[in-house]
C-alpha cells in the first residue's frame, strides 16, 4: 500500500519559514517524481514545486520562485519543500504527490497523495 505522509506544517509570521517533509512508503522512491501542491479555502488545488525521481531537475509555479525550494533524499525515501520569506497568502493545505519518473504540473497526473499538512502565516 502506498503511503505519502506530510509533517511540518504549522501556524508562523509573516517572513518566517517552514520546512515540509514528505515520507513515502510503498514504492521504490527513488523511481518517482514528487510534487507539492496546496489548497486554499475556496480555491483549487495548485501546483507549488516539483522534482524528477533523480532530482537533478525541479519546476516552481511563479509565485513561489525564489523563495521556495524542493529537494528529495532518497536513501530516507522523503521529499522536502523548504519555505523561506513567508506570505500571508502561502496560507493553504499543503499536499505531497508522486508519480513515476517525471514530473507533472497537473493535479489529474499523480497517482498517490498524502493527507496534507495545513500551513497558516500570519501577517
Do not use: H
Not at 511540518?8 to 514528487?34: E, H, K, M, P, Y
Not at 510534487?35 to 483549487?44: D, T
Not at 514545486?49 to 528529495?72: E, H, L, M
Amino acid at each position: 500500500q502506498v503511503q505519502l505522509v506530510e509533517s511540518g506544517g504549522g501556524l508562523v509570521q509573516a517572513g518566517d519559514s517552514l520546512t515540509l517533509s514528505c515520507a513515502a512508503s510503498g514504492r521504490t522512491f527513488s523511481n518517482d517524481a514528487i510534487a507539492w501542491f496546496r489548497q486554499a479555502p475556496g480555491k483549487e488545488r495548485e501546483f507549488v514545486a516539483a522534482i524528477n525521481w533523480s532530482g537533478v531537475s525541479t519546476d516552481y509555479a511563479d509565485f513561489v520562485k525564489g523563495r521556495f525550494t524542493i529537494s528529495r533524499d532518497n536513501a530516507k525515501n522523503t521529499g522536502y519543500l523548504r519555505m523561506n520569506s513567508l506570505k500571508p497568502e502561502d496560507t493553504a493545505v499543503y499536499y505531497c504527490a508522486a508519480r513515476y519518473k517525471n514530473y507533472d504540473t497537473a493535479v489529474g497526473d499523480y497517482n498517490y497523495w498524502g493527507q496534507g499538512t495545513q500551513v497558516t502565516v500570519s501577517s
